[in-house]
């Protein structure tokens, strides 16, 4: 199992961004898919889930600015991030899992990605 992370960088508030993770080796189109953020010095946080059926959800903090989607021929899901603020500067991680669906818990996903940084000055 691969999730690969990839364009994280540093950006001026506003300014919009999209974050993608590859997958590989497992069953991307019937897998729970989420973004979690962790800041330093504090827990991993859920940002947004998408089921098998399409079906989103966010945390409150980024309703309206953030968007999840999927790509299933390509096995690849995406974080559009618009509106970025400065507190949303984090290591963003792609999680994933393959046998239900069952919210923002980092012990809801078995599969992880390494990260990759997001700083919003």
């Known amino acids: 199992v691969q999730l690969v992370e990839s364009g994280g960088g540093s950006v001026q508030a506003g300014e919009p961004l999209r974050l993608s993770c590859d997958t590989s080796g497992f069953r991307f189109m019937v897998s729970c898919m989420a973004w979690f953020r962790q800041a330093p010095g504090q827990e991993r946080e859920g940002v947004a889930v998408i089921d098998t059926d399409g079906e989103t959800r966010y945390v409150d903090s980024v309703t309206g600015r953030f968007t999840i989607s999927s790509d299933n021929a390509k096995n690849t899901l995406f974080l559009q991030m618009n509106s970025p603020k400065p507190e949303d500067t984090s290591v963003y991680y792609c999680?994933?899992?393959?046998?239900?669906?069952?919210?923002?818990?980092?012990?809801?996903?078995?599969?992880w990605g390494q990260g990759t940084q997001v700083t919003v000055s």
């Open positions: 999680a994933a899992e393959d046998w239900g669906c069952f919210g923002l818990d980092t012990n809801n996903f078995g599969y």
